[in-house]
């Protein structure tokens, strides 16, 4: 009865192999598994700082264009009254037209403000 051998199952692991295979791992084997954790982790943080910073630049070209577009809109609606204005009483042109310099350049300001805000959010 000594040479009897201990049973394998046919795939050549014993009952210590068998619990090794399934269950413990090497240090090596942990520490891969922990820096694959890590990297995987880090991964997913980049990409959603990603996402948001797209999102944010996303809103913020849409407050600049908005702010552009209104601010246009107010300029060709002010040169028509002008034009109006003129047509009524030429003699105030040049008085209109400064007037309507210095809003348009007003808004400009305005405008130019609100962007630059934008970026430093």
């Not at 000594?2 to 046919?10: A, E, K």
């Not at 702010?67 to 209109?96: D, F, N, Y």
């Not at 809003?103 to 305005?110: D, L, R, S, V």
Request: hydrophobic share 40%; proline share 2%.
């Amino acid at each position: 009865m000594s040479n009897l051998t201990p049973y394998t199952g046919g795939n050549g692991l014993t009952s210590g192999g068998l619990s090794a295979a399934l269950g413990r791992r090497s240090p090596i084997q942990r520490e891969v598994s922990r820096e694959l954790a890590r990297t995987q982790g880090q991964a997913l943080i980049r990409a959603a700082q990603t996402d948001v910073e797209a999102r944010l630049t996303d809103l913020k070209l849409a407050a600049a264009a908005s702010l552009g577009t209104s601010a246009q809109q107010h300029v060709a609606t002010m040169t028509a009254m002008e034009g109006e204005l003129v047509k009524a009483v030429p003699l105030a042109s040049a008085r209109l037209e400064m007037i309507g310099n210095l809003t348009t350049i007003g808004m400009t300001e305005i405008v130019t403000d609100a962007v630059s805000k934008l970026r430093r959010i």
